[in-house]
């Protein structure tokens, strides 16, 4: 099992900046892709962004490319979603998700294909 908490949410004007964390525990955290979606007030969740064991592999949502940045610190065992020129559309709730990959450069961008996921935290950006 491995366990996944998000931290670093809260309410911010447009145009600011957070940066979510994600932190595992219960496993070799190395073995596994990370991914990032969101849920807005009525919609179904969706990919955001998604990195690889070792980071050098990374996929986003077309809406957040050039504005969010996933990474991981491996000997943290966390993962970090960095998130600049906030937008009103950008409030959601945010979760993180793991998956067993092994030192590969696979990850993915299937919310099917995770097997863990963290209870979220409430990302609210004002206009």
């Known amino acids: 099992q491995v366990q996944l908490v998000e931290s670093g949410g809260g309410l911010v004007q447009a145009g600011d900046s957070l940066r979510l964390s994600c932190a595992a525990s219960?496993?070799?955290?190395?073995?596994?892709?990370m991914g990032w979606f969101r849920q807005a007030p009525g919609k179904e969740r969706e990919f955001v962004a998604a990195?690889?064991?070792?980071?050098?592999?990374?996929y986003y949502a077309n809406s957040v490319k050039g504005r969010f940045t996933i990474s991981r610190d491996n000997a943290k065992n966390t993962a970090y979603l960095q998130m600049n020129s906030l937008r009103p559309e950008d409030t959601a709730v945010y979760y993180c998700?793991?998956?067993?990959?092994?030192?590969?450069?696979?990850?993915?961008?299937?919310?099917?294909?995770?097997?863990?996921w963290g209870r979220g935290t409430q990302v609210t950006v004002s206009s």
């Open positions: 998700a793991a998956v067993y990959t092994g030192p590969v450069t696979y990850t993915t961008i299937y919310e099917s294909q995770y097997n863990y």
């Open positions: 219960g496993r070799t955290f190395s073995n596994y892709a």
């Open positions: 990195i690889n064991w070792s980071g050098d592999n990374t």
